[in-house]
């Protein structure tokens, strides 16, 4: 495959996984590789050419979803709370798409058992995301006299992030939260503010 047929078909991927997103978030739950090529304009084989099933392709989505956090890390990974801010905004601002992708992982992890190499490079990209932050966090607890580990502190940032995007994602919270930007910044400062407050559990 010559250059140009190589850079042809890697767009026609970058296309095929952008509409894939747009078509998800739009149903809110699940796709079919016909109403995916209708929406292209392609024929269906052309999409088997790229990934082996619809799985396979949603697990594409989850790993450059991960790529982009592990971008992140990479910029921010000299200070922790721009770094912070950074990750939580990146799922809060799109609280449907952070969900949905957990939501379809956690399924694949269950059912998927023909996917192994690419369950391998989404965790790979993983391990790579914590490594870049590693060291900031541990000086930013030490710095603070904490009592969390990095384990710890990385999990709880995970869970608030997670629990804020399930609110602001709900239809019958909507109603009650008032400000969405209110509730973001509360989640980001109280994220922040943790560690100072924690200590050992005997």
Same mark, same amino acid.
């Given at each position: 495959m010559n250059i140009v047929r190589q850079q042809n078909f890697q767009?026609?991927?970058?296309?095929? *996984?952008?509409?894939? #997103?747009?078509? =998800?978030?739009? +149903?809110?739950?699940?796709?079919?590789?016909?109403?995916?090529?209708?929406?292209?304009d392609i024929a269906k084989g052309t999409i088997y050419k790229h990934f082996k099933s619809k799985n396979q392709l949603y697990l594409e989505l989850i790993i450059l979803n991960e790529k982009k956090l592990l971008e992140i890390s990479k910029k921010y990974n000299h200070n922790i709370k721009t770094y912070?801010?950074?990750?939580?905004?990146?799922?809060?601002?799109?609280?449907?798409?952070?969900?949905? *992708?957990?939501?379809? #992982?956690?399924? =694949?992890?269950? +059912?998927?058992?023909?996917l192994k190499e690419s369950f391998d490079e989404l965790y790979q990209i993983r391990e790579a995301?914590?490594?870049?932050?590693?060291?900031?966090?541990?000086?930013?607890?030490?710095?603070?006299?904490?009592a969390m580990s990095i384990r710890d502190y990385l999990s709880y940032i995970w869970m608030v992030t997670h629990g804020a995007c399930l609110l602001l994602n709900s239809t019958h919270y909507q109603k009650s939260i008032g400000s969405r930007e209110r509730l973001i910044t509360l989640c980001i400062n109280q994220a922040l503010l943790t560690p100072d407050k924690s200590s050992s559990i005997e």
């Open positions: 767009l026609r991927k970058e296309k095929i *996984l952008a509409m894939a #997103e747009t078509l =998800l978030l739009d +149903n809110n739950q699940d796709i079919t590789l016909s109403e995916l090529a209708s929406e292209l912070l801010s950074q990750y939580m905004l990146f799922h809060m601002l799109n609280s449907n798409r952070t969900i949905l *992708l957990h939501v379809i #992982e956690e399924r =694949l992890t269950n +059912n998927e058992k023909n995301r914590i490594l870049e932050i590693k060291d900031m966090t541990s000086d930013y607890l030490k710095s603070l006299d904490s």
